[in-house]
Protein backbone atom coordinates (compact mmCIF):
# COMPACT_ATOMS: atom_id res chain seq x y z
CA UNK A 1 0.00 0.00 0.00
CA UNK A 2 1.14 3.41 -1.08
CA UNK A 3 1.68 6.70 1.02
CA UNK A 4 -1.24 9.02 0.72
CA UNK A 5 -0.07 12.31 -0.75
CA UNK A 6 -2.15 15.69 -0.80
CA UNK A 7 -1.92 19.02 -2.75
CA UNK A 8 -1.39 20.88 0.23
CA UNK A 9 2.32 21.28 2.16
CA UNK A 10 1.22 22.70 5.10
CA UNK A 11 2.75 21.65 8.14
CA UNK A 12 0.30 18.65 9.79
CA UNK A 13 -2.24 19.73 12.37
CA UNK A 14 -2.41 17.67 15.39
CA UNK A 15 -5.83 16.88 16.27
CA UNK A 16 -7.49 13.66 16.99
CA UNK A 17 -10.13 11.72 14.98
CA UNK A 18 -11.82 8.54 16.02
CA UNK A 19 -14.27 6.35 14.08
CA UNK A 20 -16.98 5.69 16.06
CA UNK A 21 -21.27 6.09 16.03
CA UNK A 22 -20.65 9.64 18.06
CA UNK A 23 -18.01 11.13 16.13
CA UNK A 24 -18.98 9.70 12.73
CA UNK A 25 -22.00 10.26 11.36
CA UNK A 26 -22.97 9.79 7.45
CA UNK A 27 -26.29 10.08 5.45
CA UNK A 28 -26.57 8.93 1.83
CA UNK A 29 -28.00 11.57 -0.38
CA UNK A 30 -30.67 9.30 -2.59
CA UNK A 31 -31.82 9.17 -6.43
CA UNK A 32 -34.90 10.27 -7.02
CA UNK A 33 -37.63 7.51 -6.18
CA UNK A 34 -40.40 7.11 -8.36
CA UNK A 35 -43.19 6.63 -5.46
CA UNK A 36 -44.46 3.91 -6.76
CA UNK A 37 -43.70 0.18 -8.20
CA UNK A 38 -42.70 -3.24 -7.00
CA UNK A 39 -40.48 -2.19 -4.65
CA UNK A 40 -39.98 -0.69 -0.91
CA UNK A 41 -37.44 1.90 -0.24
CA UNK A 42 -36.41 2.01 3.75
CA UNK A 43 -34.76 4.87 5.07
CA UNK A 44 -33.18 3.11 7.35
CA UNK A 45 -30.24 4.16 10.05
CA UNK A 46 -28.27 2.00 11.95
CA UNK A 47 -25.01 1.98 14.60
CA UNK A 48 -22.17 -0.56 14.98
CA UNK A 49 -23.96 -2.48 11.79
CA UNK A 50 -21.96 -2.19 8.29
CA UNK A 51 -24.28 -2.64 5.23
CA UNK A 52 -23.00 -6.75 4.93
CA UNK A 53 -24.51 -6.60 8.58
CA UNK A 54 -27.58 -4.75 7.87
CA UNK A 55 -28.85 -7.17 4.77
CA UNK A 56 -27.88 -10.58 6.62
CA UNK A 57 -30.21 -9.14 9.52
CA UNK A 58 -33.23 -8.08 7.29
CA UNK A 59 -32.60 -11.57 5.45
CA UNK A 60 -33.21 -13.37 9.04
CA UNK A 61 -35.98 -11.03 10.16
CA UNK A 62 -37.83 -10.85 7.25
CA UNK A 63 -37.23 -14.39 6.26
CA UNK A 64 -35.92 -13.72 2.83
CA UNK A 65 -32.66 -14.37 0.57
CA UNK A 66 -30.12 -11.70 1.17
CA UNK A 67 -30.08 -11.20 -2.76
CA UNK A 68 -33.37 -9.95 -2.55
CA UNK A 69 -32.33 -7.19 -0.95
CA UNK A 70 -30.77 -4.30 -2.62
CA UNK A 71 -28.95 -1.56 -2.08
CA UNK A 72 -26.69 1.89 -3.16
CA UNK A 73 -24.18 2.07 -0.87
CA UNK A 74 -21.41 0.13 1.20
CA UNK A 75 -21.50 1.87 4.86
CA UNK A 76 -18.72 1.56 7.60
CA UNK A 77 -19.59 0.03 10.61
CA UNK A 78 -17.66 1.94 13.01
CA UNK A 79 -20.24 5.14 12.49
CA UNK A 80 -23.61 6.05 12.68
CA UNK A 81 -25.30 5.40 8.99
CA UNK A 82 -28.04 6.08 7.07
CA UNK A 83 -29.17 4.47 4.04
CA UNK A 84 -31.64 2.88 2.02
CA UNK A 85 -32.38 -0.03 1.44
CA UNK A 86 -34.85 -1.77 -1.30
CA UNK A 87 -36.92 -4.93 -0.53
CA UNK A 88 -39.94 -6.32 -2.94
CA UNK A 89 -43.16 -5.09 -1.86
CA UNK A 90 -45.07 -8.68 -1.14
CA UNK A 91 -42.64 -8.18 2.38
CA UNK A 92 -44.36 -4.92 3.40
CA UNK A 93 -45.99 -6.49 6.35
CA UNK A 94 -43.20 -8.11 7.50
CA UNK A 95 -41.19 -4.53 7.13
CA UNK A 96 -43.73 -3.72 9.45
CA UNK A 97 -43.06 -5.95 12.33
CA UNK A 98 -39.48 -5.65 12.19
CA UNK A 99 -37.66 -4.89 15.00
CA UNK A 100 -33.51 -4.78 15.91
CA UNK A 101 -31.89 -2.85 18.49
CA UNK A 102 -29.70 -1.57 16.14
CA UNK A 103 -31.78 -0.81 13.27
CA UNK A 104 -34.46 1.91 12.90
CA UNK A 105 -36.61 2.51 10.13
CA UNK A 106 -37.04 6.14 9.34
CA UNK A 107 -39.50 6.35 6.51
CA UNK A 108 -40.37 4.17 3.03
CA UNK A 109 -41.78 4.97 -0.44
CA UNK A 110 -42.06 2.89 -3.34
CA UNK A 111 -39.78 2.55 -6.30
CA UNK A 112 -40.03 0.50 -9.53
CA UNK A 113 -36.80 -1.13 -9.63
CA UNK A 114 -34.37 -3.20 -7.08
CA UNK A 115 -31.49 -0.40 -5.90
CA UNK A 116 -28.10 -1.56 -6.89
CA UNK A 117 -24.79 -0.34 -6.26
CA UNK A 118 -24.02 3.25 -6.93
CA UNK A 119 -27.81 4.93 -6.86
CA UNK A 120 -26.96 7.42 -4.94
CA UNK A 121 -25.87 10.85 -5.58
CA UNK A 122 -23.43 11.00 -2.75
CA UNK A 123 -23.16 10.98 0.56
CA UNK A 124 -23.63 13.60 3.67
CA UNK A 125 -20.89 13.78 6.45
CA UNK A 126 -20.88 15.15 10.40
CA UNK A 127 -17.32 14.09 11.59
CA UNK A 128 -15.80 15.17 14.98
CA UNK A 129 -12.17 16.32 15.38
CA UNK A 130 -11.10 16.06 18.97
CA UNK A 131 -7.86 18.16 21.02
CA UNK A 132 -8.30 20.66 18.45
CA UNK A 133 -6.51 24.39 19.08
CA UNK A 134 -8.53 27.05 18.81
CA UNK A 135 -5.58 28.41 16.35
CA UNK A 136 -6.04 25.62 14.18
CA UNK A 137 -9.72 26.25 13.45
CA UNK A 138 -9.16 29.30 10.84
CA UNK A 139 -6.46 26.96 9.62
CA UNK A 140 -9.20 23.98 8.62
CA UNK A 141 -11.12 25.94 7.87
CA UNK A 142 -9.01 27.96 5.18
CA UNK A 143 -7.99 24.23 4.13
CA UNK A 144 -11.04 22.37 3.21
CA UNK A 145 -12.14 25.52 1.36
CA UNK A 146 -9.12 25.50 -0.84
CA UNK A 147 -10.03 21.48 -1.32
CA UNK A 148 -13.13 22.37 -2.49
CA UNK A 149 -11.83 25.23 -4.75
CA UNK A 150 -9.00 23.03 -6.30
CA UNK A 151 -10.49 19.73 -6.02
CA UNK A 152 -9.86 16.33 -3.66
CA UNK A 153 -7.35 13.71 -5.03
CA UNK A 154 -10.09 11.05 -4.78
CA UNK A 155 -7.94 8.34 -3.05
CA UNK A 156 -9.52 4.90 -1.90
CA UNK A 157 -9.34 5.40 1.94
CA UNK A 158 -7.77 3.08 4.19
CA UNK A 159 -10.99 1.37 5.05
CA UNK A 160 -10.72 -0.13 1.46
CA UNK A 161 -8.05 -2.31 2.42
CA UNK A 162 -9.29 -3.88 5.37
CA UNK A 163 -6.92 -4.11 8.74
CA UNK A 164 -4.50 -6.64 7.04
CA UNK A 165 -4.12 -4.42 3.74
CA UNK A 166 -0.39 -5.41 2.44
CA UNK A 167 -1.62 -9.29 3.73
CA UNK A 168 -4.99 -8.77 1.89
CA UNK A 169 -3.40 -7.44 -1.40
CA UNK A 170 -0.77 -10.62 -1.26
CA UNK A 171 -3.84 -12.75 -0.92
CA UNK A 172 -5.79 -11.45 -4.05
CA UNK A 173 -3.07 -11.52 -6.13
CA UNK A 174 -2.48 -14.96 -5.62
CA UNK A 175 -6.00 -15.35 -5.98
CA UNK A 176 -6.35 -13.59 -9.26
CA UNK A 177 -2.84 -15.48 -11.11
CA UNK A 178 -4.57 -18.81 -9.46
CA UNK A 179 -2.17 -19.89 -6.72
CA UNK A 180 -4.98 -19.42 -4.39
CA UNK A 181 -8.50 -21.05 -4.01
CA UNK A 182 -10.93 -18.43 -2.41
CA UNK A 183 -14.63 -19.97 -2.18
CA UNK A 184 -16.27 -17.02 -0.14
CA UNK A 185 -17.60 -15.13 -3.20
CA UNK A 186 -17.73 -12.11 -0.88
CA UNK A 187 -14.54 -12.31 0.50
CA UNK A 188 -12.81 -12.78 -3.20
CA UNK A 189 -15.01 -10.07 -4.74
CA UNK A 190 -13.64 -7.69 -1.81
CA UNK A 191 -10.16 -8.68 -1.86
CA UNK A 192 -10.10 -7.99 -5.90
CA UNK A 193 -11.53 -4.42 -5.09
CA UNK A 194 -8.84 -4.00 -2.82
CA UNK A 195 -6.16 -4.52 -5.55
CA UNK A 196 -8.14 -2.78 -8.02
CA UNK A 197 -8.27 0.45 -6.09
CA UNK A 198 -4.80 -0.18 -4.95
CA UNK A 199 -3.50 0.28 -8.74
CA UNK A 200 -5.47 3.46 -8.44
CA UNK A 201 -4.09 5.10 -5.30
CA UNK A 202 -0.29 4.16 -6.77
CA UNK A 203 -1.10 6.31 -10.20
CA UNK A 204 -2.94 9.13 -8.45
CA UNK A 205 0.27 9.67 -6.51
CA UNK A 206 2.17 9.63 -9.63
CA UNK A 207 -0.08 11.75 -11.63
CA UNK A 208 -0.06 14.13 -8.37
CA UNK A 209 4.06 14.20 -8.75
CA UNK A 210 4.05 15.63 -12.22
CA UNK A 211 2.79 18.78 -11.07
CA UNK A 212 2.87 21.32 -7.47
CA UNK A 213 -0.21 21.77 -6.76
CA UNK A 214 -2.51 20.63 -9.29
CA UNK A 215 -3.94 17.72 -11.42
CA UNK A 216 -2.34 17.78 -14.91
CA UNK A 217 -4.06 16.69 -17.55
CA UNK A 218 -1.91 14.70 -20.25
CA UNK A 219 -3.38 14.17 -24.08
CA UNK A 220 -5.23 10.75 -24.04
CA UNK A 221 -6.78 11.14 -20.33
CA UNK A 222 -10.40 9.93 -20.23
CA UNK A 223 -12.55 12.57 -18.34
CA UNK A 224 -16.17 11.61 -17.25
CA UNK A 225 -18.44 14.15 -17.82
CA UNK A 226 -19.02 15.38 -13.80
CA UNK A 227 -21.94 13.57 -12.13
CA UNK A 228 -22.84 10.88 -15.37
CA UNK A 229 -21.25 7.75 -16.55
CA UNK A 230 -20.12 9.23 -20.19
CA UNK A 231 -16.56 8.95 -20.82
CA UNK A 232 -14.50 10.27 -23.63
CA UNK A 233 -11.00 11.44 -24.27
CA UNK A 234 -11.22 15.36 -25.61
CA UNK A 235 -10.06 15.69 -29.18
CA UNK A 236 -8.99 19.01 -27.81
CA UNK A 237 -7.54 18.84 -24.28
CA UNK A 238 -6.10 22.13 -24.22
CA UNK A 239 -9.75 24.01 -25.42
CA UNK A 240 -11.42 20.97 -22.80
CA UNK A 241 -9.10 22.13 -19.64
CA UNK A 242 -10.12 25.98 -20.27
CA UNK A 243 -13.61 24.95 -20.69
CA UNK A 244 -15.00 22.40 -18.74
CA UNK A 245 -12.57 21.37 -16.49
CA UNK A 246 -12.31 25.13 -14.59
CA UNK A 247 -15.91 24.81 -15.07
CA UNK A 248 -16.43 21.35 -12.80
CA UNK A 249 -18.29 19.89 -15.47
CA UNK A 250 -15.81 16.76 -16.63
CA UNK A 251 -13.40 15.62 -14.85
CA UNK A 252 -9.92 13.40 -15.47
CA UNK A 253 -10.14 9.44 -14.69
CA UNK A 254 -8.07 6.89 -13.54
CA UNK A 255 -8.15 3.05 -13.76
CA UNK A 256 -9.73 0.49 -11.77
CA UNK A 257 -8.09 -2.41 -14.08
CA UNK A 258 -10.43 -5.48 -15.44
CA UNK A 259 -12.55 -6.27 -17.62
CA UNK A 260 -14.24 -3.71 -20.78
CA UNK A 261 -12.96 -0.96 -18.92
CA UNK A 262 -12.19 2.46 -21.11
CA UNK A 263 -8.33 2.84 -21.04
CA UNK A 264 -6.29 5.90 -21.78
CA UNK A 265 -4.37 6.11 -24.72
CA UNK A 266 -1.56 8.15 -26.04
CA UNK A 267 1.27 10.22 -23.33
CA UNK A 268 -1.22 9.10 -20.37
CA UNK A 269 -1.78 5.43 -21.62
CA UNK A 270 2.08 5.27 -20.77
CA UNK A 271 1.69 5.98 -17.17
CA UNK A 272 -1.85 4.46 -16.94
CA UNK A 273 -0.31 1.17 -18.54
CA UNK A 274 2.08 0.63 -15.48
CA UNK A 275 -0.77 0.41 -12.88
CA UNK A 276 -2.82 -2.32 -15.21
CA UNK A 277 -2.97 -5.70 -14.48
CA UNK A 278 -4.73 -7.58 -17.58
CA UNK A 279 -5.00 -10.69 -15.49
CA UNK A 280 -7.97 -9.18 -13.64
CA UNK A 281 -11.13 -11.20 -14.37
CA UNK A 282 -13.52 -9.25 -12.58
CA UNK A 283 -15.33 -6.20 -14.75
CA UNK A 284 -12.92 -2.71 -14.85
CA UNK A 285 -14.15 0.34 -14.18
CA UNK A 286 -12.94 4.36 -14.32
CA UNK A 287 -12.60 6.20 -11.11
CA UNK A 288 -12.80 10.84 -10.65
CA UNK A 289 -9.42 11.49 -10.30
CA UNK A 290 -10.40 14.26 -8.41
CA UNK A 291 -14.12 15.17 -6.51
CA UNK A 292 -15.39 18.60 -5.12
CA UNK A 293 -16.94 18.59 -1.55
CA UNK A 294 -19.84 20.87 -1.11
CA UNK A 295 -21.87 22.25 1.81
CA UNK A 296 -19.10 23.00 4.11
CA UNK A 297 -19.95 24.07 7.60
CA UNK A 298 -17.67 24.13 10.47
CA UNK A 299 -18.48 24.71 14.28
CA UNK A 300 -15.85 24.61 17.38
CA UNK A 301 -16.50 24.55 21.04
CA UNK A 302 -13.47 26.18 22.74
CA UNK A 303 -14.39 24.39 26.39
CA UNK A 304 -14.34 20.49 25.00
CA UNK A 305 -11.90 21.45 22.11
CA UNK A 306 -14.34 19.92 19.67
CA UNK A 307 -14.39 20.88 15.67
CA UNK A 308 -17.55 19.66 14.09
CA UNK A 309 -17.09 19.64 10.16
CA UNK A 310 -19.89 18.82 8.18
CA UNK A 311 -19.81 18.72 4.46
CA UNK A 312 -21.14 16.33 1.28
CA UNK A 313 -19.02 14.23 -1.44
CA UNK A 314 -20.04 12.32 -4.23
CA UNK A 315 -20.70 9.03 -3.64
CA UNK A 316 -17.42 6.48 -3.53
CA UNK A 317 -15.59 9.11 -1.89
CA UNK A 318 -14.05 9.08 1.32
CA UNK A 319 -14.49 11.19 4.19
CA UNK A 320 -11.49 10.41 6.03
CA UNK A 321 -9.21 11.14 2.76
CA UNK A 322 -10.85 14.86 3.46
CA UNK A 323 -9.77 14.78 6.81
CA UNK A 324 -6.48 13.84 5.96
CA UNK A 325 -6.33 16.95 3.23
CA UNK A 326 -7.14 18.71 6.32
CA UNK A 327 -4.60 17.32 8.65
CA UNK A 328 -1.76 16.83 5.67
CA UNK A 329 -0.96 13.56 7.13
CA UNK A 330 -2.63 9.57 6.55
CA UNK A 331 -4.34 8.53 9.34
CA UNK A 332 -3.56 4.78 9.23
CA UNK A 333 -1.37 3.48 6.58
Known amino acids: MIKREFFQKHKSLDFKFYQNVDDFVVEEVPIKFTGKGNFIIAKIKKERLGTWDLMEALSKGLKIYENELGYAGLKDKN ?27 LETTLHKEKLNIG ?11 HEVKQEDVGKIEKYINQVAKKGMLNYFGYQRFGHDGAEN ?72 MEKDFKAKK ?52 KETQ ?28
Request: hydrophobic share 35%; charged share 30%; proline share 4%.
Open 79 to 105: ATTTQYISIPRKYAKDLKNFRHPRIKI
Open 119 to 129: DLIGNKFEINL
Open 169 to 240: LEKAKKYIYGDLTIKDRKLSKMLVAAYQSDFFNKWLVERLNMSDESFEALDGDVFRVYETDRFFTPKNLTEA
Open 250 to 301: IVPSGLLPGRKAFRAIGKAKEIEEKYDDTYIQEKGYRRDALVYPTNINIKYN
Open 306 to 333: KCKVRFTLPKGSYATVLIENIANRNLKA
